[in-house]
């Protein structure tokens, strides 16, 4: 595992903008290392972004079974539901929890085995030239507000790096085969994150804000007071 945190969570502070390192790793961001991945076929850039929903057992948020289906650890066991996708060799590049907390499984320059069976403007294969985003949900209820900033986020990074052009569900390059991340993920909100950021604010940044308040203030209070002097007279 490498590096820590990854939830962008603060007082009301808006997270440090991600990096993608040269390795196609997200700088600071926890790492777990997936076997389920290879590499990319030669001279075939990143150029699409896919949205996913995951949930191990489904509807359940939190636990091990997403990391454990992604590392091929998953107990068959340990719940029902288990037993019928112990077997697959799945991953995605990266995850985000409900609450934002970002993992990584593969490199964004290899290959996640997160697509299957697929095709996007009449290209086939769309492993070969996507990075695939697992948001931790269900088609059944809203995503959170935390993984839209996330994801915006993660986007910024990701097209920063690389020559992204599209951000597509997983049922817009698998129709009738597969329908995440569903009707409750919100397109617009998602969107419009990307094309919005707020400064970072740092300690330093809140007093000069605090500061600069407190002069703007300044000349409404002289008035105040040059008006009750007037009253007096």
Same mark, same amino acid.
């Given at each position: 595992?490498?590096?820590?945190?990854?939830?962008?969570?603060?007082?009301?502070? /808006?997270?440090?903008? %991600?990096?993608?390192?040269?390795?196609?790793?997200?700088?600071?961001?926890?790492?777990? @290392?997936?076997?389920? !991945?290879?590499?990319?076929p030669g001279? !075939?850039?990143?150029?699409? %972004?896919?949205?996913h929903?995951?949930?191990?057992?489904?509807?359940?948020?939190?636990?091990?079974?997403?990391?454990?289906?992604?590392t091929?650890?998953?107990d068959?066991?340990?719940?029902? +539901?288990?037993?019928?996708? @112990?077997?697959?060799?799945? /991953?995605?590049h990266?995850?985000? $929890?409900?609450?934002?907390? %970002?993992?990584?499984?593969?490199? !964004?320059?290899?290959?996640?085995?997160?697509?299957?069976?697929s095709?996007?403007?009449?290209?086939?294969? !769309?492993?070969?030239? /996507?990075?695939?985003?697992?948001?931790?949900?269900?088609?059944?209820?809203?995503?959170?507000?935390?993984? +839209?900033?996330? %994801?915006?986020? &993660?986007? $910024?990074?990701?097209?920063?790096? +690389?020559?992204?052009? @599209?951000?597509?569900?997983?049922?817009?390059?698998?129709p009738?085969?597969?329908?995440?991340?569903?009707?409750?993920?919100?397109?617009?909100?998602?969107?419009? &994150?990307?094309?919005?950021? /707020? *400064?970072? $604010?740092? *300690?330093?940044?809140?007093? $000069?804000?605090?500061?600069?308040n407190?002069? @703007?203030?300044?000349?409404?209070?002289?008035?105040?007071?040059?008006?009750?002097?007037?009253?007096?007279?």
């Amino acid at each position: 595992m490498k590096g820590v945190g990854g939830g962008g969570k603060g007082l009301g502070i /808006s997270p440090a903008p %991600l990096v993608i390192d040269d390795q196609g790793l997200a700088e600071g961001i926890p790492f777990i @290392a997936s076997p389920n !991945c290879d590499a990319r076929p030669g001279g !075939c850039p990143v150029s699409l %972004l896919v949205v996913h929903h995951i949930s191990l057992p489904p509807g359940v948020f939190g636990g091990t079974g997403i990391v454990d289906l992604f590392t091929n650890r998953l107990d068959p066991a340990a719940h029902p +539901y288990f037993a019928t996708v @112990a077997g697959m060799k799945v /991953s995605a590049h990266f995850l985000i $929890r409900r609450g934002g907390e %970002l993992v990584q499984f593969v490199t !964004c320059s290899g290959r996640a085995w997160h697509a299957g069976e697929s095709t996007w403007k009449g290209r086939a294969q !769309c492993n070969d030239f /996507s990075i695939g985003v697992e948001l931790e949900g269900t088609g059944e209820a809203p995503f959170t507000a935390a993984q +839209y900033r996330q %994801l915006a986020r &993660l986007t $910024r990074a990701l097209k920063a790096r +690389y020559p992204i052009r @599209a951000v597509v569900g997983h049922s817009d390059i698998a129709p009738g085969r597969k329908g995440d991340p569903g009707p409750h993920f919100e397109w617009g909100r998602f969107r419009t &994150l990307i094309r919005k950021r /707020s *400064p970072r $604010r740092t *300690p330093g940044t809140r007093r $000069r804000i605090k500061n600069r308040n407190r002069t @703007a203030k300044q000349p409404r209070r002289h008035a105040m007071a040059k008006k009750h002097r007037r009253f007096r007279q």
